[in-house]
């Protein structure tokens, strides 16, 4: 008697275990449902935060890119430079001019058989003597042809060397003692007061002719 006061009370009618069953179902249905549209859109909202980053990392490496400088557009190739001829070296007070211009040097005539020292400018200076460090600018051919093998002028700097000791070739040692200082000198040598015959290693070969101008002694 009590229930039926309750449930008309409540204006419901009592439920039964199919119907309980049946809700229970759907509330499950709707809480799964609830569940994958969550999901959805976590899924989506990451996306959008991938593109997003993607965007900002690309747009941060282009504005790195802006700060480099500049790489400067290569310039078209051009002619080759000729090098500078070496300066003229510095003459001591009296030395004749002609000694700050490289000599032209021809080749010699005849069977060379003995050193030959031959005055081309005459010097004002004291006279070399062995055992002092000479300062020369020079000019070496080979004595048949006139082709030039080496020439201090080419390399931008004189040459110096003790004279009269063994340091140079025989015939330097043997022709530049004496000669004044300031004074251009034609060495013509045979080749066993050069280097001798053999053209080994690079070297001039045969007899030579070199024009000599001794700058300073000491």
Known sequence: MSERVENRTAGQAPATKAQRRLAAQLAEKKAAEARRRRQSMLGAAAGVLAVVALVGGLVWLNSGDDDKPATATSASPSAPVEPAAPPAPELPAGTDPA??????????????????????????GPAVK??????????????????????????????TFQIGVGQVIKGWDQGLVGV?????????????????????????????RFVVDVLAAQ
């Open 130 to 159: 062995a055992g002092q460090t000479i300062t020369t600018n020079y000019v070496g051919v080979f004595y048949k042809d006139g082709k030039q093998f080496d020439a201090s002028w080419d390399n931008g700097q004189p040459a």
């Open 99 to 124: 000694l700050k211009t490289k000599p032209t040097v021809q080749a010699g005539s005849g069977d060379l058989k003995k050193l030959t020292v031959t005055t081309l400018v005459k010097g004002t």
């Open 180 to 208: 004044p200082v300031g004074s251009r000198v034609q060495l013509d040598l045979p080749a066993d007061l050069a280097y001798g015959n053999d053209a080994s290693g690079g070297r001039p070969a045969g007899p030579l």
